[in-house]
């Protein structure tokens, strides 16, 4: 692909800030997954939808000079981000592909494992694209999935009418983009026909207060998203005013909790 594409939340440079941020956040649970999946060192890994990287920087460094991380995106500005920061670091065992997952063969076989966060809720042919990760693993790689099972999960206790219409709007604007914010309600399945074995499937959700780091990442999305929204008139200014107004209320009044939106790992291995 020559030409950049306008991903569904952007590749602007405060959609950058907040991946990393969003990185930090969930870095943790990354790294867990990625050990009880088995990466490790000497490994060809394939990052999928890398976004500016941050993923596949980890991964790099997990399998080591004698490995290989093999990172797709669609973005150009995305991947140009991630070259930067290989170089700073110094890692040459990083190879990055500009493609349209919802159309492009994967030019890349026999992997040991595949990595994925947020990326197939934004797809339109999402059982073909699994399809076509899963046939580029070996027998016996690994497949690890981060992706929502129920985002209206995501709520204020007490409860925010200003943050549900947010939150609808969101659900809302993907669909209308072909995406499916569910998407984990159906992975486990599609990879069963596909041949593989389903090792562990854990809920993922937070209930934090907001001098907790995870409120972060809710927060920044809102901030983000409304501009979103706006733009793709999913939702009118004034409105989005209110949500931006409701949202630091909630982070300055005592005795309240963000409810994150529920995410479902799937860890599952190819027979």
């Given amino acids: 692909m020559s030409s950049e594409r306008e991903y569904v939340l952007g590749t602007h440079d405060e959609e950058i800030f907040r991946l990393r941020l969003q990185h930090r956040v969930w870095r943790p649970r990354a790294l867990d997954a990625w050990r009880r999946a088995g990466f490790t060192i000497g490994q060809r890994l394939l990052d999928v939808g890398c976004g500016p990287g941050y993923g596949t920087l980890d991964l790099a460094e997990i399998v080591g000079s004698a490995g290989r991380v093999s990172a797709i995106d669609e973005s150009k500005r995305f991947l ?20 349209d997952l919802d159309e492009a063969e994967l030019p890349m076989t026999g992997l040991y494992g595949a990595w994925c966060r947020w990326v197939f809720a934004f797809l339109k042919h999402r059982r073909d694209v699994l399809a076509r990760v899963c046939g580029a693993l070996r027998r016996g790689g690994t497949i690890v999935l981060h992706e929502y099972f129920d985002y209206s999960t995501w709520r204020m206790a007490p409860r925010c009418e200003e943050i549900e219409e947010f939150v609808s709007a969101v659900m809302e604007s993907w669909r209308a983009e072909g995406g499916e914010p569910d998407i984990a309600l159906d992975l486990p399945r599609w990879l069963a026909e596909l041949g593989f074995e389903i090792k562990t499937l854990n809920p993922i959700i937070d209930i934090v207060p907001a001098s907790n780091f995870v409120w972060q990442w809710p927060k920044t999305f809102v901030q983000v998203g409304l501009k979103r929204l706006v733009n793709l ?39």
């Fill in 80 to 99: 140009e981000t991630l070259e930067n920061s290989r170089r700073r670091r110094g890692l040459g065992n990083i190879d990055a592909h500009q493609l």
């Fill in 233 to 271: 008139s999913h939702m009118t200014s004034d409105r989005a005013w209110a949500v931006s107004q409701a949202l630091a209320a909630c982070e300055s009044a005592p005795h309240t909790w963000m409810i994150t939106p529920a995410v479902l790992e799937i860890i599952a291995v190819r027979k």
